[in-house]
T-cell receptor
């Protein structure tokens, strides 16, 4: 059974701090990894994708991938109250093509 | 211009009824999916279609039947609704079958069975 594991949180950080979200995946075949943000009552929104080992930066967001450790992380710099949401980590499920999601980490950024 | 649209957004119905949820995407994507999100926010795949062909059919009760009349539409019909079917159902689409580019999600349908 392919799995993606995340700490459910809640993770609480003060405004302006760095929020660090972590995720591990079980299937070494997975090649594509994604972070989605989901506000309460809304649909998941893709914020980062990463395919190669190392860091990928996009504005205040940095995704990190370590395939040897089967580990993916998301750093949010200068966290804002508007970043408060549930963050879902996802990995591709291999040949069938579906994404496997973690259970999400709820982030709360306090003003 | 909504990319992936689902209707209805909310659905409240009694146990035993039959209901349908419709999904349409205007992105030109080849693959569409149905996911179920439970009360703990866990998103689980139910079905996927690639160009009208069923690719994934996870272990869901056979009361759930997807239909894809063309590659832009994927509907979900549910027979004999049960209390445990209450959840948010998301339709999604991807550019390719391999999910390399990730998904675009619809706005979701909150189903409440009473």
């Amino acid at each position: 059974q392919k799995e993606v594991e995340q700490n459910s949180g809640p993770l609480s950080v003060p405004e302006g701090a760095i929020a660090s979200l972590n995720c591990t995946y079980s299937d070494r075949v997975s090649q594509s990894f994604f972070w989605y943000r989901q506000y309460s009552g809304k649909s998941p929104e893709l914020i980062m994708s990463i395919y190669s080992n190392g860091d990928k930066e996009d504005g205040r967001f940095t995704a990190q991938l370590n395939k040897a450790s089967q580990y993916v992380s998301l750093l949010i710099r200068d966290s804002q109250p508007s970043d408060s949401a549930t963050y879902l980590c996802a990995a591709d499920g291999g040949s069938q093509g579906n994404l496997i999601f973690g259970k999400g980490t709820k982030l709360s950024v306090k003003p | 211009d909504t990319a992936v649209s689902q209707t209805p957004k909310y659905l409240v119905t009694q146990m035993g009824n039959d209901k349908s949820i419709k999904c349409e995407q205007n992105l030109g994507h080849d693959t569409m999916y149905w996911y179920k999100q439970d009360s703990k926010k866990f998103l689980k795949i139910m079905f996927s279609y690639n160009n009208k062909e069923l690719i994934i059919n996870e272990t869901v009760p056979n009361r759930f039947s997807p239909k894809s009349p063309d590659k832009a539409h994927l509907n979900l019909h549910i027979n004999s609704l049960e209390l445990g079917d209450s959840a948010v159902y998301f339709c999604a689409s991807s550019q390719d079958q391999g999910s390399y580019y990730g998904y675009t999600f619809g706005s979701g349908t909150r189903l409440t069975v009473v």
